[in-house]
């Protein structure tokens, strides 16, 4: 009998899609069936829109063990060691209830880490709110910091980075995107295939209850007005199961009995089964009637569309079941045998003798649709981009203008977030939050692994495919500053309708952008996730294609800060100074301005750049160095003074615009210091590499000095900044605890 | 001198005070696994931190019932060294080993930060390298360490010098300001009457080791192995 229309409209199909599901199936699907198609080809499951442009990206280089399709992305860091590590996005669910939504997101994303078989050794999170003048956004702010605390310190993995942009666009759907970083011997990796016909299928760890059903669906949609009904859409974490899941999936990881293993995150029990089918080649068979539940009553199509965290679907060896199971009730969970892998290729599932459904499990991953939008340039472009900035008149009192940038929550110190996280536990965290990147060491070597998160939103927004580059840039670049060399990226794309041609060429441009970069720096992209329908109310955020970034550090001795080290120490910029400050957050903050285009990208500038500078720490010429970003050059040194505790005097010669030489945000330029019997060297270097530099002063001093001088233009010159760094350092540490009070 | 480590469900520095007890004092140590139901062979049990069954009903309240806390008791009522550190400091509250009680930091708030720490008596084995008065910094990781007894409490912990470490600042002032949590009289750390049971939020094992950037926190393990091969305490 055939289902009413409204059915599977319901469940976000189209039409033509339930056509092509009877065209599959050769007959009309069930209810169950429906459901299951429903959530695999929704939007987040199947990337039916994004699939074309991600198809574009670059995922293959020397160092990657595993690219995109699996649980998580893997790169080489030698030893027989490597670093297994994924972003994610829990948008839609932290929108609603920010603090399950953040704490399951970073359960989510844990499991997709130690599925692999390896430890997490670090949390990061990309946060993107509204402005904290809004009640709202300050509930939002202070539950989704309170849910990622909850979880990530109770389960004892640290959270040792990330960001937090604030712009209007979020005010309604803030971005929560969290990357996990995972250390593993590369002769532990476990993959999700349900490989070996025969074999025993088992759901592991928590009960299934009725919790984030259609989850997957709800994160396909827009945010809508009664988007707060949808809270049962949310799932409620339990970080005390999960860090007794991840010991016992370790420990029976370590014993060789498991042939798959896949996390049940969105579409729970639906996506971990036909994906580890899929991959393998394989069907899978199983009586849902044995699945542990929590709630009496629940139907074959609830225990297959339940998203109830801190699940687990292993297919292991036949004969070891035993054996696994006693590894689980050690630490008293669940290990049930629900079922068996098979041969022809069908998802098969029974409650007792009865089949509830069959479908092919490569119908619900591989054939899924695939929609090659039309796309169509934004209309607001043209207008931003061609707004006359040089008419825009130059501020008097410079001092004033970099305090009100450092009391900017876009650049203010982040501790208020930070200080809630233990960033501590493991006893590997050697760059602590609130530097470029965050260092972890491995223990037993002398290496590191530095990693970090980045993108500018109002970049993409102003310029897509520039935007999403200098993304990859930024990210590259904190590395380098920390001593690494960037590895690999994983990218959490966070755009809005797509059915919206403007939204969709705008997708379009940023991987573009984002592809050229990281094909220039050498940073595949390993993975990650696309979180699209970020809208409310008809409004899109901010373009923001999340860049999470790894490298290695091949020397703890020789990692490097941000701060001046010592009274002496001569200043140096690297990179060359333009006269842009379109997208700046000076023109934010000063003229409440976001317009413009974004800085211009030279990604062969930027390549020598970083090569020169990760060279140099590791030749240890070089004592601290310090990326440039939101707040220019002003804002950099000032950032330096701080974290040092130590002033500096600096003089410039000015050739264009003095608010553009202080706050604009010119790339590919870096701050460094080294020591004063070591310029001559230094310059030599820098000569040979062909690396623009300027000698911008000594480090020394209570205070922040700028001054600049004006060639051809008597009286032009002078100093522009005196501030002493006590100040500053109180503004910036004390601006947002003071918008949150 | 060997170390047990006690592994509730939910610790999460068991590994981390292994590491840092095998690093620092070059000693055996191993894992004690909750369900034991001994502690036979044991110099020192440490509980260490973490959320110990989730810390859900109250922190502590449910590991106390652990079976392994039946030897652990009697271990120290018999003069064993016994040491927890943040959750193990609200296990050893709520074992009744060490008086008093662990509420919500004030600001209601997890806080990780660095603390500074005054050592209030260096007679201890946990202090007695220690000399007087030493400001050492250690960090702290909790949401519930804001220390509360009742005055008649207090005041004999005071009396008998129980307190062995105060949050201080830098120069070693004891201050509201340095206060990170609302514990009274800036209690960061006390032992029991007898000095072999010690309880404290900080984390030493956070900072004994260059590579972290802190080696304040070896100054308490290497005071417990010197104890023990009685060169000091």
Redesign the interface.
């Known amino acids: 009998m055939a289902l009413d229309p409204q059915v599977w409209r319901e469940m976000g199909l189209t039409d033509s899609e339930y056509d092509k599901i009877v065209e599959i199936l050769g007959r009309q699907p069930n209810y169950v069936e429906v459901g299951i198609f429903a959530v695999m080809w929704s939007e987040h499951c199947s990337y039916k829109t994004s699939r074309p442009a991600l198809k574009t990206l670059p995922t293959d280089g020397p160092a990657i063990l595993q690219g995109p399709g699996e649980n998580a992305g893997i790169v080489d860091i030698g030893d027989g060691q490597a670093v297994v590590f994924k972003i994610e996005s829990h948008n839609h669910p932290s929108a609603i209830e920010p603090y399950q939504g953040a704490a399951t997101g970073v359960g989510g994303i844990l499991r997709d880490i130690f599925t692999m078989g390896a430890r997490p050794i670090a949390v990061l999170d990309s946060l993107r709110f509204g402005y904290l003048d809004n009640p709202r956004v300050r509930y939002l702010f202070d539950g989704v910091v309170?849910g990622i605390?909850?979880y990530g310190?109770?389960?004892?993995v640290p959270t040792v980075g990330g960001e937090v942009y604030f712009a209007d666009s979020y005010e309604d759907n803030c971005l929560v995107n969290v990357m996990c970083v995972g250390l593993i011997d590369q002769k532990d990796i476990k993959k999700g295939l349900a490989a070996g016909i025969g074999n025993p299928v088992m759901v592991v760890g928590a009960k299934t209850g009725r919790d984030g059903i259609h989850g997957a669906t709800f994160a396909s949609e827009e945010l809508s007005e009664e988007a707060a009904e949808r809270r049962p859409a949310v799932q409620v974490g339990?970080?005390?199961?999960e860090?007794?899941l991840l010991e016992a999936c370790l420990e029976v990881i370590k014993t060789g009995y498991v042939v798959g293993i896949q996390d049940m995150g969105a579409a729970g029990l639906t996506s971990s089964s036909c994906e580890m089918a899929s991959r393998a080649g394989t069907g899978l068979e199983m009586d849902l009637a044995l699945v542990p539940r929590r709630e009496e009553g629940m139907t074959p199509y609830e225990l297959m569309l339940s998203e109830s965290q801190e699940r687990m679907l292993l297919v292991v060896e036949k004969g070891t079941e035993e054996k696994v199971q006693e590894i689980f009730a050690k630490?008293?969970l669940d290990a049930v045998v629900v079922g068996q892998v098979t041969g022809d290729g069908i998802l098969r599932l029974k409650e007792g003798s009865r089949v509830v459904a069959e479908i092919p499990a490569k119908a619900l991953t591989e054939e899924a649709p695939v929609y090659h939008r039309p796309t169509q340039v934004p209309a607001y472009l043209e207008e931003v981009q061609n707004f006359p900035l040089d008419s825009l008149n130059m501020p008097q009192d410079y001092n004033e203008v970099l305090m009100k940038l450092l009391a900017s929550p876009n650049i203010a110190s982040k501790e208020y977030a930070?200080?809630?996280?233990?960033?501590?536990?493991?006893?590997n965290?050697?760059v602590t939050p609130g530097s470029d990147a965050a260092v972890l060491?491995v223990?037993g070597t002398r290496k590191g692994i530095a990693m970090t998160t980045d993108c500018n939103g109002r970049y993409c927004y102003l310029n897509p495919k520039t935007g999403a580059a200098i993304a990859v840039a930024e990210a590259a670049r904190n590395l380098v500053c920390s001593g690494a060399k960037p590895l690999a990226v994983t990218n959490c794309l966070n755009f809005g309708n797509p059915e919206k041609p403007e939204v969709m060429w705008t997708i379009w441009q940023c991987i573009e952008g984002m592809a050229e970069a990281c094909r220039a720096l050498e940073t595949p992209v390993t993975g990650g996730n696309v979180s699209l329908y970020n809208e409310t109310k008809g409004n899109a955020v901010y373009p923001t294609p999340t860049i999470g970034m790894v490298g290695l550090v091949e020397d703890?001795d020789k990692v490097c800060t941000q701060g001046f080290k010592q009274e002496g120490d001569v200043v140096f910029l690297l990179g060359e100074n333009l006269p842009e400050f379109g997208g700046s957050e000076y023109l934010k903050v000063y003229f409440g301005l976001e317009k413009g285009s974004c800085p211009s990208l030279n990604l062969e500038l930027e390549k020598t750049v970083q090569q020169f500078v990760l060279g140099e720490i590791r030749s240890g010429l070089i004592k601290s160095a310090h990326d440039c970003s939101e707040g220019g050059l002003a804002v950099a040194l000032a950032e330096c003074c701080i974290s040092g505790g130590i002033g500096a005097d600096i003089t410039m010669v000015r050739r264009f615009r003095g608010d553009a030489l202080l706050f604009g945000e010119s790339q590919s330029r870096i701050v460094i210091s080294v020591a004063g019997n070591n310029v001559v060297e230094l310059v030599k270097k820098l000569v040979d590499a062909g690396v623009p530099y300027t000698q911008l002063g000594n480090v020394g001093g209570d205070s922040l000095i700028f001054n600049v001088v004006n060639p051809g233009c008597t009286g032009c010159g002078g100093n522009l900044v005196n501030l002493p760094v006590k100040t500053m350092e109180e503004t910036w540490r004390g601006a947002i605890p003071c918008l949150m009070k | 001198m060997k170390f047990g480590v006690v592994v509730f469900p939910g610790s999460n520095c068991d590994a981390d005070c292994l590491h840092a007890i095998q690093t620092v004092t070059g000693q055996p140590a191993e894992y004690i696994w909750h369900k034991s139901g001994s502690v036979d062979g044991f110099d020192c049990i440490v509980l260490p931190g973490g959320f110990s069954y989730g810390d859900y009903l109250r922190c502590g309240a449910v590991a106390r019932f652990s079976p392994v806390m039946t030897p652990v008791i009697e271990f120290a009522q018999r003069g064993g060294l016994v040491m927890g550190i943040c959750n193990g400091f609200q296990v050893l509250t709520e074992a009744g080993l060490l008086p008093g009680a662990l509420h919500r930091n004030k600001n209601l708030q997890f806080l990780c930060h660095d603390t500074y720490l005054r050592v209030e008596n260096n007679t201890t084995p946990y202090t007695c390298l220690a000399a007087e008065g030493q400001v050492i910094k250690v960090p702290i990781a909790h949401g519930e360490g804001n220390y509360f007894a009742d005055p008649e409490t207090l005041r004999q912990l005071e009396e008998n010098k129980q307190v062995l470490f105060r949050y201080c600042d830098p120069q070693g002032e004891i201050t509201p300001a340095a206060n990170p949590n609302g514990s009274l009289n800036n209690i960061a750390g006390i032992c029991n009457q007898q000095g072999n049971v010690l309880g404290m939020m900080p984390h030493p094992e956070r900072c004994a080791e260059a590579v972290l950037g802190n080696t304040d926190g070896q100054l308490i393990f290497q005071s417990l192995l010197d104890f023990w091969q009685r060169r000091c305490g």
């Open positions: 309170a605390s909850g310190n109770c389960i004892g339990d970080p005390f199961m860090k007794l630490w008293d930070y200080k809630q996280y233990d960033y501590m536990v493991g006893l965290t050697v060491r223990k703890l």
